[in-house]
Structure formats: C-alpha cells, structure tokens
C-alpha cells in the first residue's frame, strides 16, 4: 500500500484546501496547527471540499479567543432549513498561551495571520495557520525569479542526467 508509510498526523494526508495566494503575498514566520468549531452540515461540505480560504484572516477578540474570518464554506447538497451561513466567523481552537502570544505579536507593524491549509487528521478538520509578513513587490519579484531559476536548474540537471 502506498499511503502505508505516512503518519496520521501528516498535514499532506487528506488535505482539503490550501492557500498557495498566501505563499505568494507573505513572508511566513511561523505556523501553527488548530482546530476548527464547525456545525454538522459545515463538517459534511468541507470533507467534499467546498471550502475556500483565499481572502480569510484570523482575528484576535479582546477576550483572547481566535476566529476564522472571511472563509466561505458553501451550504451543504443535501441539508435542509438547518444548513450553515456561507461566511460566518467560525472560532478556532488554540491553547490560550498560543492565543496571548500570537495576539502579542500582530499588535507588532505589518504582522497578520493567514490560514495557510485545512485538512484532515483522524477524521477531524484541522486548519494551518501561519504568522505572516506582508511582501512588498520586489520581494515578490525576487520570489518569481528563485522559482525561475530553480526550474531551469532542474530542468538542465534532468536532460544531463538521461544522456
């Protein structure tokens, strides 16, 4: 079996949705695992995969409690009058150390937090997290040129090799 060798807590097994505009727009200085408070028909949609996390952002309350915001989780094929509002703020699950430490340091200059993926660990959705630091446009473009060169230099490696 191919899937045998990973673990279970792997954040590549099961992955529902990731942020790759994230990687694009911040410098991440740290990320953190967390969990997610959804309801029944958001748990059923999202393990479908109808889950978007381009424009979200987490937010710290003045009562130390993280939350999701702007994530949109579409309603459900199959619920009924009970199904979920698409962009509520949905709370995240974080050790309140975790919480006052990260609220310490986006009261710092030009830091923020994104959700970077959201995926599965045993059944349970969990989301990615990360401290991030806006890049400017020359970052950016220093970021495109790396990527640029490290796949010439693969490609050139890769055509030596097979002569």
Do not use: W
Request: aromatic fraction near 4%.
């Amino acid at each position: 079996m191919a899937g045998k060798n990973k673990k279970k807590t792997d954040p590549g097994a099961g992955v529902l949705a990731t942020n790759r505009k994230a990687l694009h727009d911040f410098h991440i200085l740290e990320k953190i695992e967390a969990g997610i408070v959804l309801s029944g028909t958001e748990v059923k949609s999202v393990k479908q995969g109808h889950i978007s996390i381009q424009e979200g952002y987490v937010q710290v309350d003045e009562h130390m409690e993280a939350y999701l915001v702007g994530c949109t989780i579409q309603p459900y094929d199959h619920g009924n009058i009970f199904n979920h509002t698409q962009t509520r703020d949905r709370k995240l699950l974080l050790h309140r150390k975790e919480i006052v430490r990260l609220y310490g340091k986006i009261r710092e200059k030009g830091l923020t937090i994104v959700p970077l993926k959201v995926y599965l660990v045993r059944g349970k959705v969990k989301i990615r997290i990360g401290l991030a630091k806006g890049k400017n446009v020359i970052d950016k473009r220093e970021t495109l040129k790396k990527r640029e060169s490290d796949r010439d230099s693969q490609r050139a490696m890769r055509n030596f090799n097979h002569r």
